[in-house]
């Protein structure tokens, strides 16, 4: 059926079939399998696959764990199977069913664990074997965007229920937080297989996705050595670039940079932007830590060198950089000030951890500035979407 409406109508007149449905598992199984469908469908729109994930949600809720495994395992492959990123617009589709597959995870603790747990350990077996045999063929298993929205996929997971709703579903936290670890592991693993200038994207991509597990969950990843890492490239430090014409490459559709892009001033500019991008987001993340003051010394350090040595070559980013040690700055003087009028040592970890609890990150100046930097991005996103797809 092709009828974009019609389908609507059915997804939607489902809903009301669900308690006859739940007393046949069969009929449930085949119902499911055409949601899945259906979600999954390259000619649906954003509304069909609003109301299957509606659909399954109900189905999952009044049935058992027969169902409930199907429909968990089924929309996770879905998504997968259509996370092949074609262009920017094809962003704005990945993103929604990412968000409606994270939705429908928060329905079964238990279940959710343990299919979080068996595709997290496959991701991790493939990034094994791909160190292990060090082959084009094995990087390309680990370097394409079906695996990157994978890790996508299961961060968003962990990011929602043992950070951003923790409060509210504390079951779910107790249960996924274990897997946080691993996922960072491969995340980590995924940054340095390969850690050449061509796949600066792919790592800017993977450096998101710690920034935003790290803020959500609380667990300090070191972010920040990897970030200074790329500014310390050779790219920058020892070759001069290419002066170029060639049109500003995306990174948001791009895991690396085509042969033209190599070593072009072009392309460095946008490694430079979205690298102090990450910059303010992983100081923002620690920014209400008691120790924020002394942890961001080495990498202001890093920063300032890094200034000094090939700043003048980049005069727009380095007056950027300087706003952000500012902010730095005057975080790190607001943490001293709330430190100064505690009552308790260092051993006091209880203490320690709660220390401006009453604070939230983006009330910090660091926090504030990374706050209206992702602003700006979302915007600029909208704009390159709704761009392409005018031009389609």
Same mark, same amino acid.
């Given at each position: 059926?092709?009828?974009?409406?019609?389908?609507?109508?059915?997804?939607?007149?489902?809903?009301?079939?669900?308690?006859?449905?739940?007393?046949?598992?069969?009929?449930?199984?085949?119902?499911?399998?055409?949601?899945?469908?259906?979600?999954?469908?390259?000619?649906?729109?954003?509304?069909?696959?609003?109301?299957?994930?509606?659909?399954?949600?109900?189905?999952?809720?009044?049935?058992?764990?027969?169902?409930? @495994?199907?429909?968990?395992?089924? +929309?996770?492959?879905?998504? =997968?199977?259509?996370?092949?990123?074609?262009?920017?617009?094809?962003?704005?589709?990945?993103?929604?069913?990412?968000?409606?597959?994270?939705?429908?995870?928060?329905?079964?603790?238990?279940?959710?664990?343990?299919?979080?747990?068996?595709?997290?350990?496959?991701?991790?077996?493939?990034?094994?074997?791909?160190?292990?045999?060090?082959?084009?063929?094995?990087? !390309?298993? +680990?370097?394409?965007?079906?695996?990157?929205?994978?890790?996508?996929?299961?961060?968003?997971?962990?990011?929602?229920?043992?950070?951003?709703?923790? @409060?509210?579903?504390?079951?779910?936290?107790?249960?996924?937080?274990?897997?946080?670890?691993?996922?960072?592991?491969?995340?980590?693993?995924?940054?340095?297989? =390969?850690?050449?200038?061509?796949?600066?994207?792919?790592?800017?991509?993977?450096?998101?996705?710690?920034?935003?597990?790290?803020?959500?969950?609380?667990?300090?990843?070191?972010?920040?050595?990897?970030?200074?890492?790329?500014?310390?490239?050779?790219?920058?430090?020892?070759?001069?670039?290419?002066?170029?014409?060639?049109?500003?490459?995306?990174?948001?559709?791009?895991?690396?940079?085509?042969?033209?892009?190599?070593?072009? !001033?072009?392309?460095?500019?946008?490694?430079?932007?979205?690298?102090? @991008?990450?910059?303010?987001?992983?100081?923002?993340?620690?920014?209400?830590?008691?120790?924020?003051?002394?942890?961001?010394?080495?990498?202001?350090?890093?920063?300032?060198?890094?200034?000094?040595?090939?700043?003048?070559?980049?005069?727009?980013?380095?007056?950027?950089?300087?706003?952000?040690?500012?902010?730095?700055?005057?975080?790190?003087?607001?943490?001293?000030?709330?430190?100064?009028? =505690?009552?308790?040592?260092?051993?006091?970890?209880?203490?320690?951890?709660?220390?401006?609890? @009453?604070?939230?990150?983006?009330?910090?100046?660091?926090?504030?500035?990374?706050?209206?930097?992702?602003?700006?991005?979302?915007?600029?996103?909208?704009?390159?979407?709704?761009?392409?797809?005018?031009?389609?």
């Amino acid at each position: 059926m092709s009828d974009v409406v019609m389908v609507q109508y059915l997804v939607k007149e489902c809903e009301r079939m669900i308690p006859y449905y739940g007393c046949f598992v069969r009929f449930t199984r085949d119902l499911v399998k055409e949601l899945l469908r259906q979600f999954g469908s390259t000619s649906a729109d954003d509304n069909v696959r609003i109301l299957s994930l509606l659909v399954l949600r109900q189905l999952v809720s009044v049935s058992g764990t027969e169902i409930t @495994d199907m429909a968990l395992k089924g +929309i996770y492959l879905t998504y =997968v199977r259509s996370s092949n990123l074609r262009n920017i617009s094809s962003l704005t589709k990945i993103q929604l069913m990412r968000n409606c597959g994270v939705e429908l995870y928060g329905n079964d603790a238990n279940a959710s664990y343990q299919h979080a747990f068996v595709y997290i350990r496959q991701l991790a077996i493939h990034l094994r074997n791909s160190m292990q045999l060090r082959s084009k063929e094995s990087f !390309r298993a +680990i370097y394409n965007w079906q695996f990157i929205n994978s890790l996508h996929f299961w961060t968003e997971v962990l990011a929602t229920y043992c950070g951003d709703r923790a @409060d509210e579903q504390p079951e779910f936290c107790a249960t996924l937080e274990s897997l946080v670890y691993p996922l960072t592991q491969i995340l980590l693993g995924v940054v340095r297989l =390969v850690p050449t200038a061509k796949f600066f994207p792919l790592r800017i991509h993977c450096l998101e996705q710690l920034v935003r597990l790290s803020s959500a969950t609380g667990v300090y990843i070191p972010i920040l050595p990897m970030i200074i890492e790329m500014l310390e490239s050779p790219e920058f430090l020892s070759r001069r670039p290419i002066k170029s014409t060639l049109k500003r490459p995306q990174f948001e559709a791009l895991l690396k940079a085509p042969g033209q892009y190599d070593h072009t !001033r072009v392309y460095l500019e946008v490694v430079l932007e979205h690298a102090f @991008d990450l910059l303010a987001d992983a100081f923002a993340s620690q920014s209400v830590r008691i120790a924020f003051p002394e942890w961001s010394v080495p990498a202001v350090l890093q920063v300032k060198r890094w200034r000094k040595r090939v700043g003048q070559s980049w005069p727009k980013f380095s007056k950027q950089l300087q706003g952000l040690l500012d902010k730095v700055e005057q975080t790190s003087r607001m943490v001293q000030q709330r430190r100064g009028k =505690v009552d308790f040592g260092p051993a006091n970890l209880t203490g320690a951890n709660q220390f401006m609890s @009453d604070v939230g990150a983006d009330e910090t100046p660091i926090g504030a500035y990374a706050a209206s930097l992702r602003k700006v991005r979302a915007q600029q996103r909208a704009t390159l979407v709704e761009a392409e797809t005018n031009d389609e």
